[in-house]
């Protein structure tokens, strides 16, 4: 069963830094995915703040551009996001996402089970006070 977990949410007050941390298990690791922080405020539609795919390509929201960076934390399945300049309007709850990729020919049958499923972790909660 697939697990996705965060940590690291606090409150801060405006132009600091927060890190975030997220980690998927119970996969098989060589099934292809991309790992994802969306942020979600209150009474407002969960949006995208940053990817890194399975290719390691990196893509980030122009909201958040120069000031988080999304990297990888020692192990593909592990995913930190550190958010530096923090303004008010970061303040959400985040989530991480992993989404299953379609697999090589080889991989099919193994990874069939997750083939285009995307995961959600419980959030963690981002308070920036000005």
């Known amino acids: 069963q697939v697990q996705v977990e965060e940590s690291g949410g606090d409150s801060v007050q405006a132009g600091g830094s927060l890190r975030l941390s997220c980690r998927a298990s119970?996969?098989?690791?060589?099934?292809?995915?991309?790992m994802n922080w969306f942020r979600q405020a209150p009474g407002e539609e969960r949006e995208f703040v940053s990817m890194?795919?399975?290719?390691?390509?990196?893509t980030y929201a122009d909201s958040v551009k120069g000031r988080f960076t999304i990297s990888q934390a020692g192990a593909k399945n592990m995913v930190d996001l550190q958010m530096n300049s923090l303004k008010p309007e970061d303040t959400a709850m985040y989530y991480c996402?992993?989404?299953?990729?379609?697999?090589?020919?080889?991989?099919?049958?193994?990874?069939?089970?997750?083939?285009?499923?995307?995961?959600w972790g419980q959030g963690t909660q981002v308070t920036v006070s000005s």
């Open positions: 996402n992993i989404r299953f990729r379609v697999p090589a020919n080889d991989l099919i049958f193994v990874c069939a089970g997750e083939v285009g499923r995307a995961y």
């Open positions: 890194i795919a399975d290719d390691a390509q990196i």
């Open positions: 119970g996969f098989v690791a060589a099934c292809p995915y991309d």
